[in-house]
């Protein structure tokens, strides 16, 4: 089945998963991210079925990067990206697990103008060396995406962990603006805790 968002068409699965491909409580994340995407380079991480990425690429932007440890979802992606006519080199597509690739890109010079970090609330399996604990990780992520922003560059950072809560003390040197309330649509409002949202940037 394909669907149609802003404008923009996605494949998604009625029938195999609890998850069709597209969350719908998502959707104003991904029109802030197709806002602040203009001439600007991406990067999605845990990126799912890349969605997020259509949305940037529509928005405008010079390059997307969207990071997945599963070739079923990644796969997704490329063909959300085929749908809307998104190809090329600019489209980078990579099966990693999204905490060692963290940890390699440290030292590489990429750098990105806006990223988007919508990790699970807990993950683990046998293709990963280490759990992710979102609560007790999220400082180490945020941090290490930080790193790989380009001047005046952005984090928009989300969970959907309902009892989260952000350390902001251990964010103090950051720019910390909370988008709950931008980014939840009105058919999600009577359970606002569906997921959190901030933008993150370093201050100046």
């Not at 991210?33 to 940037?56: C, K, M, P, Q, W």
């Not at 280490?130 to 560059?153: E, Y």
């Not at 910390?176 to 409002?189: A, K, S």
Request: proline share 3%.
């Amino acid at each position: 089945h394909v669907v149609e968002e802003d404008g923009l068409k996605f494949r998604v699965n009625f029938d195999d998963y609890l998850d069709t491909g597209l969350f719908l409580d998502h959707r104003l994340t991904r029109a802030l991210i197709r806002e602040r995407s203009s001439d600007r380079s991406f990067l999605n991480l845990f990126a799912y079925t890349g969605t997020a990425t259509v949305h940037a690429a529509a928005g405008g932007a010079v390059a997307t990067t969207t990071v997945d440890m599963s070739h079923t979802y990644l796969d997704w992606a490329a063909r959300n990206l085929e749908l809307n006519r998104f190809r090329g080199d600019r489209h980078q597509l990579i099966q990693a697990d999204c905490l060692e690739w963290l940890d390699e890109a440290q030292s590489e010079p990429w750098r990105y103008d806006l990223i988007f970090l919508d990790p699970p609330t807990f993950s683990t399996s046998k293709r990963m060396k280490a759990t992710l604990d979102i609560q007790r990780d999220h400082v180490d992520l945020i941090r290490k995406c930080l790193k790989l922003l380009a001047p005046q560059g952005a984090l928009v950072f989300s969970t959907n962990h309902r009892k989260f809560k952000l350390d902001r003390d251990a964010l103090a040197d950051c720019t910390v603006t909370d988008m709950n309330r931008q980014t939840l649509p009105r058919d999600f409002e009577r359970n606002p805790r569906i997921h959190c949202c901030w933008l993150i940037e370093r201050a100046p």
